[in-house]
């Protein structure tokens, strides 16, 4: 495994019933702050796509197919989305680490954001692949 050890992750939700397990009636009084941090986590991984909103056939397209990081934990892009809507939870220790930085994702150079995409790839087995320069 590379520098770093894994990825942690929050928000990957594949069905409604992962997004209603999660959700809350009201916001937390954390949510707006959560909100600024994963809007600002740098986007490491993108595709032209967009994510439909899972619980809502109707709300359309919610956000561009993307993932998120602070270096440490990894997000898709619509996780903010989620927190807004339906005032999903998230991981006491992904709090706590927005909390440390001030709810402000920390900014990453280039190399450090190299390492994440190595080490995302390693988690989800492709190893041997390597960066493509354009």
């Known amino acids: 495994m590379t520098r770093g050890g894994p990825l942690k992750e929050a928000g990957f939700f ?9 959700s809350r009636s009201a916001a937390p009084e954390w949510a707006s702050s959560a909100v600024r ?4 986590g740098q986007i490491f991984l993108a ?8 619980l809502d056939e109707w709300a ?3 956000a561009q197919v993307a993932l998120r990081t602070d270096g440490e934990w990894i997000w898709p892009n619509s996780l ?4 807004t809507k339906y005032h999903v939870e998230l991981p006491a220790e992904f709090l706590a680490r927005m909390a440390v930085h001030d709810w402000v994702a920390p900014e ?3 190399d450090a954001v190299d390492q ?19």
Do not use: K, M, N
């Open 108 to 110: 990453l150079g280039q």
């Open 14 to 22: 594949e069905t409604a019933d992962d997004v209603a397990a999660t």
């Open 80 to 83: 903010a989305h989620y927190v």
């Open 60 to 62: 359309g397209p919610i």
């Open 116 to 134: 994440v995409c190595r080490r995302h790839r390693e988690q989800q087995g492709f190893e041997d692949a390597a960066p493509v320069d354009f």
């Open 47 to 54: 595709s032209s796509g967009w994510e439909d909103d899972l």
């Open 37 to 40: 941090y994963l809007e600002q």
